[in-house]
T-cell receptor, first 112, second 112 residues
């Protein structure tokens, strides 16, 4: 089954404790992206990757890091999480950047 | 002003009604247009994808794009309680590369 898998689905943690949200896709997609979804603001892009070893900032990259060492994986790293990063996060992928994206089921992060 | 404007609702209709969901946009560089459906605790899933003005039909769903008015619509015929979800419009613009911009979403409730 074609899918985008995120882990964990839920996480409650404390300010400053580094965390990583993993994302994996099995569709051989070149383009991958991370979004955060907040009430009234919709989906905002954090980082994206056009292909292996090619990443770039989206609209709200501050406080986040990403890497793309393999085509299928695109982890999101919060080096020093803060409460304003409490949100619902989605990983997405598509064959190319001008194609509709497939989304994972989301990771709900709460930073206390 | 946001690039993509979408009424957040909520929109409540009786089962069997025709539903009309709309988005307006200001950027003439948008080339591709999509509608996603998002159920609670799930990621957005693609419903419709089009790149030209006019109508595209898929079962009970019709997507309409009017590039001259910068306006897109999604019509749902014979609405069902299972259609209750948040509907996101999305548009892809070409700016060097390609970038997807999402509306904030409209919450729809279909009452049995």
């Amino acid at each position: 089954e074609a899918q985008v898998t995120q882990n964990p689905r839920y996480l409650i943690t404390v300010t400053g404790k580094k965390l990583t949200v993993t994302c994996s896709q099995n569709m051989n997609h070149e383009y991958m992206s991370w979004y955060r979804q907040d009430p009234g603001l919709g989906l905002r892009q954090i980082y994206y990757s056009m292909n292996v070893e090619v990443t770039d900032k989206g609209d709200v990259p501050e406080g986040y890091k990403v890497s793309r060492k393999e085509k299928r994986n695109f982890p999101l790293i919060l080096e020093s999480p803060s409460p304003n990063q409490t949100s619902l996060y989605f990983c997405a992928s598509s064959l190319t950047s001008n194609q509709p994206q497939h989304f994972g089921d989301g990771t709900r992060l709460s930073i206390l | 002003q946001k690039e993509v404007e979408q009424d957040p609702g909520p929109l409540s209709v009786p089962e069997g009604a025709i539903v009309s969901l709309n988005c307006t946009y200001s950027n003439s560089a948008f080339q591709y247009f999509m509608w996603y459906r998002q159920y609670s605790r799930k990621g957005p899933e693609l419903l419709m994808y089009t790149y030209s003005s006019g109508n595209k039909e898929d079962g009970r769903f019709t997507a309409q794009v009017d590039k001259s008015s910068k306006y897109i619509s999604l019509f749902i015929r014979d609405s069902q309680p299972s259609d209750s979800a948040t509907y996101l419009c999305a548009m892809i613009e070409r700016t060097g590369g390609f970038k997807t911009i999402f509306g904030a979403g409209t919450r729809l409730f279909v009452k049995a």
